[in-house]
């Protein structure tokens, strides 16, 4: 049986994970309107992903006897200055993703629940990744400076971002 405390938390984190899904889908959406749809094809991949983590803590509250709240989700910024600036906030929102994952794996020391630090170790890795991927474009973005034919190639690149799949995220 989950407790109260960390069936709260895990109901914030399913809407802060659909909250993500929902701001790399507007993310796509940007880069369709300014003409690069390697780099829509591939936000596009990142929100399938958030959705799927969203999922893994749905069903873990489910498993664990809890119940799902559904919040409103928040409406995600839709403009940006530049592909450089979007995934600076891509690394920005990551990084408040990670402290959220630190804090729930606080909680669930303090807690004593044990199947929960499980299920966060999980997060706790998977966010080592983010972090770094965005960091990695971010650097591949400042290297190609303005550069069309640079940009052009990454762009393709970025498209061939395989679908993520649940068994990547169990
Ligand atoms: Fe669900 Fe991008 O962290």
């Known amino acids: 049986m989950i407790s109260k405390k960390i069936e709260k938390a895990f109901n914030d984190q399913i809407n802060a994970e659909l909250y ?3 701001l790399y889908l507007a993310m796509s959406a940007y880069c ?6 390697g780099f829509a094809a591939w936000m596009k991949q990142q929100a399938a992903e958030e959705h799927i983590h969203a999922m893994r803590f749905y069903d873990f509250v ?16 839709a403009e940006y200055k530049s592909i450089l600036d979007m995934f600076e906030n891509v690394l920005k929102h990551e990084q408040h993703v990670t402290k959220l994952i630190h804090d729930l794996y606080a909680l669930a020391l303090k807690e004593n629940d ?7 170790q999980w997060f706790i890795a ?7 991927t965005a960091k990695d474009i ?3 973005l400042k290297w ?7 940009l052009y190639m990454l762009d393709q690149k970025l498209a061939a971002r395989p679908a993520p799949t649940t068994a990547e995220a169990e």
């Open 126 to 132: 998977e966010q080592v990744e983010e972090e770094k």
């Open 138 to 140: 971010i650097q591949q």
């Open 114 to 120: 044990y199947a929960a630090q499980v299920e966060l």
């Open 144 to 150: 190609v400076g303005d550069k069309s034919t640079a």
């Open 62 to 77: 489910f498993d664990r006897d809890g119940r799902v709240e559904l919040e409103a989700i928040a409406k995600p910024q």
């Open 32 to 37: 369709e309107t300014i003409d690069l749809p």
């Open 20 to 22: 993500s899904e929902y």
